[in-house]
């Protein structure tokens, strides 16, 4: 079972790559956000194979916390492709 893991790991680490490949490259900013985000999953994939691997329960809060960054990241970024910024301001005061 645990060759399992290091394949998975292996496959997942592939896919990292792949996308900070797509992270630079991407042709739009839209292709960058998704890739962003699917960084952030793949992210928290390795560090949970890596939980796994090690047979230890310390990662799981480091995966939550790595799960909520990469939600706030792509809100965030979701917002400022549709609005133009990300903080909305009252410019009437």
């Given at each position: ?6 394949i ?17 490259k991407g ?14 999953i ?9 939980s796994l ?6 990662f799981?809060?480091i995966?939550?916390?790595?799960s ?11 917002k400022f ?7 909305d301001r009252?410019?009437?005061?």
């Amino acid at each position: 079972m645990m060759m399992f893991y290091w394949i998975a790991l292996a496959i997942v680490s592939t896919a990292f790559a792949g996308l900070l490949y797509r992270l630079v490259k991407g042709p739009t900013v839209a292709d960058r956000v998704v890739a962003l985000d699917a960084l952030g999953i793949s992210l928290v994939s390795i560090v949970a194979l890596l939980s796994l691997i090690t047979e230890t329960e310390f990662f799981l809060e480091i995966i939550l916390l790595l799960s909520i960054l990469s939600f706030i990241g792509t809100a965030a970024f979701a917002k400022f492709i549709e609005r133009g910024e990300i903080f909305d301001r009252d410019d009437n005061r």
